[in-house]
């Protein structure tokens, strides 16, 4: 029996992952959900999972959940950052769906980890910002870190049977996003409603504006520089609009192996789930002849501007990533709430990031503060912008 414990049931990812655990045999079962603030959707999976814990953010919402189950149905409930902290370390537990967006994830995925748990991880803001200090616990602890992001997933499974020191480079695919062929005139008028639709994938808000800007992409490099090891010299970003080869790797004698699949996080949910094993997806499947063609280009980081600024703040390390992720959080929801332009949402990164004193090998603590400190600058720049 693997006892599995979801945090951010009620999002794209946590959603599919129920969806997921539905399909497979019953020796997969819920343990654990948290949510944000939608309690009626968290009802619903407590009625259908009947976990031991259920999680949300905020204590009013919990109010409400209560009063909407009824005694029987009724599981252990907390609230706030530390019951979510508390669920993550569930004793329980066997694994640990990490699906909540941002950098909320960093503290139940460290949580996780320190308590010997197996994380499924899904949140990439919690790599880019601690990195350095989740693989140090990862190593120390012996426990898994099975990626879902769909590119990590792909080079995971390149990587399968192979030695570290034989890898050349990891080719990481992006699908471009909805404005891979508009110009940079063009670009400057984009609304949001044109940023939420992206074409190959049904994702949250702040991952889809994310993959318009490329700044998802950015983020991926540096969550695959930790998860592999690798330096940055050694990750090619290349385009691939139609989503069908999530990533591949190069090995030193020159052989590249390539993952492919359609468009379909629950395929990377499943494997970080029933890793070693691969069981039946009951999903369609890829069928090579109805692709009418595979096309792959360089990304234009003058058009996309939020890519080059992700990898120099990789490079530039530290607390560095924390700042840019913070920073482009805050611009992601200034662009949401329309206060912003898609424009600004780079320039705004950007003018954090110069503003920033790097502090190198950094605590918790410190990362915590560089991130609070970019939520802050971020947020009085952006008062000229508005
Ligand atoms: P969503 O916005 O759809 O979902 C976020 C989830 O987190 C929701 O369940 C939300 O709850 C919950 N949540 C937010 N704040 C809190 C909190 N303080 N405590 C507990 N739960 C909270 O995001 P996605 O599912 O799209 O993405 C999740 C993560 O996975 C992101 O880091 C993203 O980068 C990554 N990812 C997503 C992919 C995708 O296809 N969607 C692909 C690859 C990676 P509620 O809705 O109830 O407020
Ligand atoms: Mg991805």
């Known amino acids: 029996m ?24 019953e020796e997969f079962k819920i343990v654990g959900l948290a949510a944000g603030g939608n309690w009626q959707l968290l009802a619903e999976q407590i009625r259908k999972f009947r976990p031991g814990v259920a999680v949300l953010a905020g204590e009013q919402e919990l109010h409400l959940l209560c009063d909407e189950l009824d005694s029987v149905e009724t599981p252990d409930l907390a609230w706030g950052k530390s ?13 640990v769906v990490v699906a909540v967006s941002g950098a909320t994830g960093i503290y139940p995925t460290i949580a996780a980890v320190r308590a010997g748990k197996d994380v499924a991880l899904a949140n990439k803001e919690t790599l880019v910002a601690a990195g350095h200090l989740v693989m140090d616990l990862v190593n120390q602890k012996k426990t898994a870190l099975l990626p879902v992001d769909s590119e990590h997933s792909a080079i995971w499974q390149c990587l399968t049977g192979h030695d570290k020191s034989a890898v050349q480079k990891i080719i990481l695919t992006a699908s471009g996003g909805p404005f891979r062929n508009l110009r940079i005139e063009e670009i400057e008028k984009v609304t949001v409603d044109m940023a939420l639709c992206h074409p190959n994938w049904q994702m949250g808000n702040k991952i889809t504006i994310d993959s318009a800007t490329l700044m998802n992409k950015g983020l991926e490099v540096i969550e695959a520089r930790w998860l592999f090891g690798v330096s940055y010299d050694q990750i090619d970003v290349v385009v691939h609009p139609q989503s069908i080869i999530h990533s591949a790797v190069e090995f030193l004698d020159g052989s590249v192996i390539a993952q492919m699949g359609l468009p379909d996080m629950r395929l990377p949910i499943q494997y970080a789930l029933t890793y070693p094993e691969r069981l039946p997806g009951n999903r369609p499947g890829l069928k090579l002849t109805g692709l009418q063609s595979l096309t792959f280009e360089e990304p234009d ?40 332009s898609f424009r600004a949402i780079p320039a705004l990164v950007s003018e954090v990031m110069e503003k920033h004193q790097v502090i190198s090998r950094p605590g918790l603590e410190e990362i915590m503060k560089a991130d609070r400190w970019a939520r802050e600058t971020g947020t009085e720049i952006s008062k000229s912008l508005i």
């Open 301 to 340: 980081l003058n058009k996309f501007p939020s890519l080059r600024l992700a990898i120099d703040a990789g490079k530039a390390g530290g607390t560095m990533p924390a700042v840019l992720n913070a920073a482009n959080e805050i611009a992601v929801s200034l662009f949401l709430t329309r206060k912003i």
């Open 83 to 95: 019951g979510l902290e508390d669920l993550a370390r569930l004793p329980q537990a066997d694994i």
């Open 2 to 25: 693997k006892k599995v414990v979801v945090l951010g049931s009620t999002g794209s990812i946590g959603k599919q992952t129920l969806e997921v655990i539905n399909g497979l045999p």
